[in-house]
């Protein structure tokens, strides 16, 4: 006769700030299954096509974090974390998508999140955009607001880094220390997220929002935004 399988054990609640900031590096680890790294928001074409070079990366990403999809999730990311209706925020962030696999890459790894948070917590967590699904699982970490986006929009651009180091000719280090030039800007970005409004949910990155969508019709491709 054998044994029956473990049961599944939740995770404690957080209740200090040291373990708060665990919790956050453990969910927003790329070892945390969301299938993120399958993703690159429109960069691939871009690299392909030689608008994105080793030279004007660090612009692609500066414009992606004030006026793209990393402002945009960032403040989707600040209304989760002081919402009430998040299936109404998570309709927002759905509109907000502007191409087909944009939406697919947001509601595929915000569904998975919420899976992996269910399974942790024993919690229900309902199906959302990754923002949304992300703020609302942190909703209750004692740590300032700021500090959360920022934690959230550190793993989103190492998550385009990563992409660029795997498609173009640049080195691993070169990669981080274009992350690590950034986080000035994330730190900015994060703290007027915290205390934006609906109305400031816009986004100006013509560019990449073309990009994603000729990445749609690519014949070969590596990455599925």
Do not use: Y
């Not at 191409?99 to 947001?106: I, N, P, W």
């Not at 550190?154 to 990563?162: G, H, K, P, T």
Request: hydrophobic residues 55%.
């Amino acid at each position: 006769m054998t044994n029956p399988p473990p049961k599944a054990t939740a995770i404690p609640i957080t209740t200090s700030p040291e373990a708060a900031r665990l919790h956050l590096a453990q969910v927003l680890s790329p070892a945390f299954p969301v299938g993120g790294f399958a993703w690159s928001q429109g960069l691939e074409w871009a690299m392909d096509g030689g608008t994105v070079t080793r030279a004007t990366l660090p612009q692609w990403l500066a414009d992606w974090l004030d006026h793209g999809a990393g402002w945009t999730d960032a403040v989707l990311a600040a209304l989760s974390l002081r919402a009430t209706d998040h299936a109404a925020l998570d309709d927002l962030a759905r509109a907000a998508c502007l191409t087909s696999q944009r939406l697919a890459e947001t509601a595929e790894q915000g569904a998975a999140f919420a899976a992996n948070m269910a399974a942790l917590t024993g919690q229900p967590q309902p199906a959302a955009c990754l923002p949304v699904a992300f703020g609302r699982a942190c909703a209750a970490l004692p740590l300032p607001h700021p500090e959360i986006i920022a934690a959230f929009l550190q793993a989103q651009a190492a998550s385009l880094v990563s992409a660029a180091v795997r498609f173009m000719p640049l080195g691993p280090v070169e990669g981080q220390r274009m992350l690590a030039a950034l986080q000035p800007a994330i730190l900015s970005a994060a703290a007027r997220a915290a205390a934006a409004t609906e109305a400031d949910l816009a986004g100006a990155a013509w560019g990449a929002d073309i990009a994603a969508m000729r990445h749609e019709t690519m014949p070969v491709r590596i990455f599925r935004s």
